[in-house]
Protein backbone atom coordinates (compact mmCIF):
# COMPACT_ATOMS: atom_id res chain seq x y z
CA UNK A 1 0.00 0.00 0.00
CA UNK A 2 2.60 2.30 0.75
CA UNK A 3 4.38 1.83 -2.30
CA UNK A 4 1.62 2.51 -4.40
CA UNK A 5 0.50 5.67 -2.59
CA UNK A 6 4.44 6.62 -2.74
CA UNK A 7 4.27 6.08 -6.71
CA UNK A 8 0.84 8.17 -6.97
CA UNK A 9 2.72 10.72 -5.49
CA UNK A 10 5.99 10.79 -8.04
CA UNK A 11 3.49 10.33 -11.06
CA UNK A 12 1.62 13.84 -9.34
CA UNK A 13 5.28 15.33 -8.65
CA UNK A 14 6.48 14.40 -12.51
CA UNK A 15 2.95 15.26 -13.93
CA UNK A 16 3.16 18.73 -12.16
CA UNK A 17 6.60 19.63 -13.13
CA UNK A 18 5.89 19.06 -16.96
CA UNK A 19 2.89 21.70 -16.73
CA UNK A 20 5.38 23.88 -15.39
CA UNK A 21 8.25 23.40 -17.88
CA UNK A 22 5.16 23.61 -20.52
CA UNK A 23 4.96 27.15 -20.35
CA UNK A 24 8.31 27.78 -19.75
CA UNK A 25 9.21 26.61 -22.88
CA UNK A 26 6.69 28.57 -24.89
CA UNK A 27 7.87 31.40 -23.33
CA UNK A 28 11.63 30.63 -23.88
CA UNK A 29 10.96 29.97 -27.68
CA UNK A 30 8.73 32.90 -27.94
CA UNK A 31 11.75 35.05 -26.72
CA UNK A 32 13.93 33.56 -29.01
CA UNK A 33 11.55 33.88 -31.81
CA UNK A 34 11.58 37.84 -31.12
CA UNK A 35 15.21 37.70 -31.14
CA UNK A 36 15.39 36.58 -34.53
CA UNK A 37 12.36 38.90 -35.83
CA UNK A 38 10.06 36.00 -36.56
CA UNK A 39 7.11 37.55 -34.82
CA UNK A 40 3.97 35.45 -36.55
CA UNK A 41 6.24 32.49 -34.38
CA UNK A 42 6.38 35.26 -31.32
CA UNK A 43 2.48 35.07 -31.05
CA UNK A 44 1.91 31.71 -31.84
CA UNK A 45 4.52 30.85 -29.09
CA UNK A 46 2.68 33.46 -26.42
CA UNK A 47 -0.58 31.79 -27.54
CA UNK A 48 0.62 28.67 -26.36
CA UNK A 49 2.08 30.17 -23.26
CA UNK A 50 -1.15 31.39 -22.03
CA UNK A 51 -3.32 28.23 -23.15
CA UNK A 52 -0.63 25.82 -21.19
CA UNK A 53 -0.15 29.03 -18.26
CA UNK A 54 -4.26 30.00 -17.34
CA UNK A 55 -3.21 28.82 -13.37
CA UNK A 56 -0.61 31.05 -13.52
CA UNK A 57 -2.02 34.71 -14.12
CA UNK A 58 1.21 36.21 -13.02
CA UNK A 59 2.62 35.53 -16.29
CA UNK A 60 0.15 37.66 -18.10
CA UNK A 61 2.18 40.80 -17.91
CA UNK A 62 5.01 39.60 -19.38
CA UNK A 63 3.39 37.82 -21.82
CA UNK A 64 1.16 41.28 -22.83
CA UNK A 65 4.22 43.13 -23.31
CA UNK A 66 5.94 40.86 -25.13
CA UNK A 67 3.15 40.72 -27.91
CA UNK A 68 3.06 44.41 -27.76
CA UNK A 69 6.63 44.76 -28.51
CA UNK A 70 6.34 41.94 -31.53
CA UNK A 71 2.81 44.14 -33.01
CA UNK A 72 5.21 47.91 -32.67
CA UNK A 73 7.88 45.70 -34.29
CA UNK A 74 5.48 45.22 -37.39
CA UNK A 75 4.35 48.55 -37.10
CA UNK A 76 1.18 48.13 -35.24
CA UNK A 77 1.01 50.84 -33.20
CA UNK A 78 -2.02 51.27 -32.48
CA UNK A 79 -2.34 48.06 -31.71
CA UNK A 80 0.51 47.98 -29.83
CA UNK A 81 -0.52 50.97 -27.65
CA UNK A 82 -3.96 49.06 -26.80
CA UNK A 83 -1.82 46.00 -25.34
CA UNK A 84 0.26 48.65 -23.62
CA UNK A 85 -3.02 50.52 -22.01
CA UNK A 86 -4.26 46.98 -20.88
CA UNK A 87 -1.14 46.35 -18.90
CA UNK A 88 -0.84 49.96 -17.44
CA UNK A 89 -4.68 49.73 -16.62
CA UNK A 90 -4.61 46.32 -15.32
CA UNK A 91 -1.38 45.48 -13.71
CA UNK A 92 -0.36 49.08 -12.32
CA UNK A 93 2.33 48.26 -9.96
CA UNK A 94 4.24 45.61 -11.94
CA UNK A 95 7.59 45.43 -13.62
CA UNK A 96 6.16 45.03 -17.11
CA UNK A 97 3.29 47.68 -16.28
CA UNK A 98 5.71 50.54 -16.02
CA UNK A 99 8.09 49.28 -19.10
CA UNK A 100 4.71 49.44 -21.36
CA UNK A 101 4.50 52.88 -19.98
CA UNK A 102 7.84 53.79 -21.13
CA UNK A 103 6.91 52.07 -24.50
CA UNK A 104 3.62 54.27 -24.49
CA UNK A 105 5.75 57.58 -24.09
CA UNK A 106 8.40 56.41 -26.75
CA UNK A 107 5.43 55.58 -28.83
CA UNK A 108 3.60 59.50 -28.10
CA UNK A 109 7.02 60.93 -28.98
CA UNK A 110 7.78 59.12 -31.99
CA UNK A 111 4.27 60.17 -33.02
CA UNK A 112 2.60 57.11 -33.19
CA UNK A 113 0.06 57.40 -30.57
CA UNK A 114 -1.76 60.07 -28.78
CA UNK A 115 -3.03 59.96 -25.44
CA UNK A 116 -6.21 61.85 -25.99
CA UNK A 117 -7.18 59.86 -28.61
CA UNK A 118 -9.32 56.86 -27.50
CA UNK A 119 -7.66 53.79 -29.30
CA UNK A 120 -10.40 51.58 -29.54
CA UNK A 121 -12.58 52.11 -33.12
CA UNK A 122 -15.06 54.70 -33.61
CA UNK A 123 -18.57 53.19 -33.79
CA UNK A 124 -20.62 55.66 -36.36
Known sequence: ????????????????????????????????????????????????????????????PEISLLRGQCLERQALYLDAAQVYRYLVDHYPHNQYAYRAGARLETLRQLGHYDPDKPLAPQVR
Open 1 to 60: MTSQLSLLLAGLLLLTGCGSTAYSKHLSKAYSAYDRGDCAEVISQLSETERVSRSRPYLQ
